[in-house]
């Protein structure tokens, strides 16, 4: 009965993707591969057989299905197979190669994701240089007029004091690697109280709804001035910091890196290691070497001609604040020096509070840069040798990183987006917020000359309204209608409809 609700669906939503002009009595009937919708096929914790790879494919294409997006994943998925398939072994590799033969005698187009799990790019071949960073520091206050010789404490493990608040893992090795950047001193006004409103999320080391209502720092006399900016970097060796301090009350600064911590996923144990470093080219590079190294060789190299597209779902992976070349990046982009703003990041006011709030901006501005360019740009370059081309998310129905969801898209083959639905008395609508994702995807398309904008469709969690159990049999495609029209009228002409079961049920 499941299937054949779904088959429904399937059919329903091939016909409203149909959008061109004036489409003729044919093709409504045989609609062309290009409108037809696609799904998201879970590979769940290695529970795959060949049988159930033949089964659900071959119902794919009864159902009207142009193709899929193969993701391996996990959610505490038990074991329901008499042989679990680890991911990337000789028997997994079989299965998957399997597949591939199957969709192409079916000619359905073959997408992979960027990474095991769904989030987003990352597994165990990441080594610790090339995973995600942040800075981090540590604050120490001495008077002045005097010779001081001595440590400095460690650099906090998270970012300062708001180790407490960003929610990064709790396990101890996410944070074992760890780098000296710089010390800087800065000479205390008279009032150690004026502080940049909001700084965590202006520095870029959380994100929220409401930046925009964030206003900017009052004007204050209680600023630290530019020239009580002092770089000591090179009198800072091993840990011990030698310096004649001038008169006065200094706040010392010893600024680092360590690493984020974050890990892909949800995916297998196997399969699950640390995100790579979003704002690091020549990282994200050799990320893809690994992994679609891994592909070419389990697809028999039909990478280009069977597998097609690759898949970056949604952004869910933290903010890396710091790469290797930042101070580079950040001279090249903003045409000024970063280290003596770096106090700023802590929230210390600089010159005015006019001035710190600018340098905010910049600062955002370069993480957003980078993580459009290094992160999803380098990717069409990486896919171009291959002949693949790239389907992007980006920040969902949140801001899931400091950047432009328009700027990562902007070169994506297919801009995609992604809509959930909620129950409401016997239909469906969107989630609130679905609807500036899917037209930040058509406003790509339509801005880059892409045609087809996308989207993850008709996504659920575990609230009313799941897709299982009694509910499924009860439900109709004239329930989810509604939210299929709003994110039609929103731009959506391509579904991506995230309702398969995983291989081998």
Known sequence: MKRKILTAIAAVFALGTALQAQPSIQEFK?????????????????????????????????????????????ISTPQIVDQRLVYMTDAWKDAFNYALDVADSLGMEVTVASSPGWSITGGPWVTEEDAEKKIVWRELIIDGGTRYQGSLPEPYTNCGPYQDELGYPSDPDAYRWYEDLFVIAVRLPQEDTARILHSKVKSGFTVDYTIADHYPTPDTDDVVARKDVIDLTGKFKDGTLTWNVPEGRWKIFRFGWNLLGRKNGPASPEATGLEVDKLDADAVRRYYANYLGMYRDASGDRLGSVISHLMIDSYESGRGTWTRNMEQEFRKRRGYALRPWLPVLTGQIIGSAAESEAFLFDWRQTLGELM?????????????????????????????????????????????????????????????????????????????????????????????????????YQCTPGMLKPAADAALAAGLNRFVILLCPPAGR
Request: hydrophobic share 40%; net charge negative; with cysteine.
């Open 372 to 472: 459009a360019e290094n992160h999803y740009d380098v990717v069409n370059d990486i896919l171009a040798p291959f002949g693949m081309k790239r389907h992007s998310e980006a920040h969902e129905e949140r801001r899931a990183f400091v950047g432009d969801g328009m700027m990562v898209k902007r070169h994506a083959d297919i801009p995609m987006s992604a809509f959930w639905v909620r129950y409401r008395a016997g239909w469906h609508d969107l989630y609130p917020g679905a609807e500036a994702d899917l037209r930040e995807s058509s406003s790509v398309a339509h801005i880059y000359g892409q045609n087809i904008c996308a989207a993850e469709s008709f996504t659920t969690n575990g609230m009313p309204g799941k897709w299982d159990g009694s509910w499924a």
């Open 30 to 74: 045989d609609v062309p591969k290009e409108y037809r919708p696609r799904v998201w096929w879970h590979w769940m914790n290695g529970n795959v057989t060949r049988d159930g790879i033949r089964k659900d494919l071959e119902w794919m294409d009864r159902a009207g299905i142009a193709g899929f997006h193969c993701f391996d994943a996990n």
